[in-house]
C-alpha cells in the first residue's frame, strides 16, 4: 500500500479521516439518516448489522485492501458518513474511492463533492 495514504485531509466543508473503532456511536447515528437500498449491506438495520459493516471495514484495512475513512463536519465535527480507497492496486498505482454513504442531511452540501476532491488529490499527489 502507499505510505501515507491513509491520512486525515481537511478542506473547507468536511474533514475526511481514517475510520476507526471508536467512531462508531457517531456513525450507527449516521447511518439511521441514510438510504441502504442501494448498497450490499443494511448497516442502519441494527446495532448488529452496523457492528459487521465496520469490523469488515476495519479488517480490510488491516488487510492492507481498503482505506476506510469517516466524513465529519468541517465546522462543529459532527460525522456525516464514510468513504474508502479501496481495490487498491498498488502495482499498478490503481484504486477505487467507493463505499460512499452520507446522512441525508448532508445531500446536496457539496460535502460529497469536496471529500472526493480531497480524496482523489491526495492519491495523485
Known amino acids: 500500500m502507499w505510505e501515507g495514504l491513509a491520512q486525515r485531509l481537511m478542506g473547507s466543508l468536511v474533514v475526511v479521516e481514517p475510520l476507526q473503532a471508536d467512531h ?6 449516521a447511518a439511521q439518516d441514510m ?22 471495514a476495519l479488517a480490510r484495512a488491516e488487510s492492507r485492501l481498503d482505506v476506510p475513512f469517516v466524513t465529519l463536519a468541517a465546522e462543529g465535527g459532527s460525522l456525516l458518513g464514510s468513504t474508502r480507497y479501496l481495490n487498491l492496486r498498488p502495482e499498478h498505482r490503481g484504486l477505487e ?3 460512499t454513504w452520507l446522512r441525508a442531511s ?8 469536496e471529500a472526493k476532491l480531497l480524496m482523489l488529490e491526495h492519491a495523485f499527489e
Open 97 to 99: 474511492i467507493g463505499w
Open 106 to 113: 448532508a445531500w446536496g452540501s457539496g460535502a460529497n463533492v
Open 35 to 56: 438510504d441502504w437500498r442501494w448498497m450490499p449491506i443494511d448497516a442502519s438495520a441494527s446495532r448488529k448489522a452496523f457492528r459487521t459493516w465496520l469490523e469488515d
Open 24 to 29: 462508531e456511536d457517531g456513525l450507527f447515528r
